[in-house]
């Protein structure tokens, strides 16, 4: 089977979380940096590293064959040249489940630039904190 070329970022992520909807491994692997060396954090997991791992985890955890209902929110993105990194949230929850309230995750996701076309290098997901953080003050403070 021939990799397919992804001429954007947005084309990898979009193939990125249908592979994850629908649970397929092979679509999943197609959108990683097979020259470089690709990381990815689960929610909760461990950093893995190299496309072995990467591999075996995704594999791990699509065995179940669930599928999932994936809405995508709060897209920030950094670019350059040969590097894009979107940071987003995700909102995941099963599909056949009706009612159920969805999982949310923190995402960042880091794409490069190459001879094949766009490619995942960094996949990073985080749970959602419960609460919200403190707001922010920016005024200056005197310390004695």
Same mark, same amino acid.
């Given at each position: ?31 990683? *940096?097979?020259? #470089? ?7 909760? @997991?461990? $950093? %893995?590293?190299?496309?072995? *791992?990467?591999? #075996? ?7 179940? @064959?669930? $599928? %999932? ?18 940071? %987003? ?56």
């Amino acid at each position: 089977m021939t990799a397919p070329f992804f001429s954007s970022a947005e084309e990898v992520e979009v193939a990125f979380y249908d592979a994850l909807a629908r649970a397929d491994l092979e679509a999943m692997m197609a959108v990683w *940096a097979e020259d #470089d060396e690709p990381v990815c954090i689960h929610p909760g @997991g461990p $950093r %893995l590293h190299g496309l072995p *791992a990467i591999r #075996d985890a995704w594999r791990q955890l699509f065995a179940s @064959g669930t $599928r %999932l209902r994936i809405r995508l929110t709060d897209l920030l993105v950094q670019e350059s040249p040969m590097f894009i990194v979107r940071n %987003l949230i995700e909102e995941l929850s099963v599909e056949d489940i009706a009612g159920q309230a969805p999982n949310v995750v923190l995402a960042t996701n880091i794409y490069a630039s190459g001879p094949q076309g766009w490619r995942m290098v960094l996949h990073h997901a985080s749970p959602m904190p419960m609460s919200a953080p403190p707001a922010r003050d920016d005024a200056p403070h005197t310390l004695h």
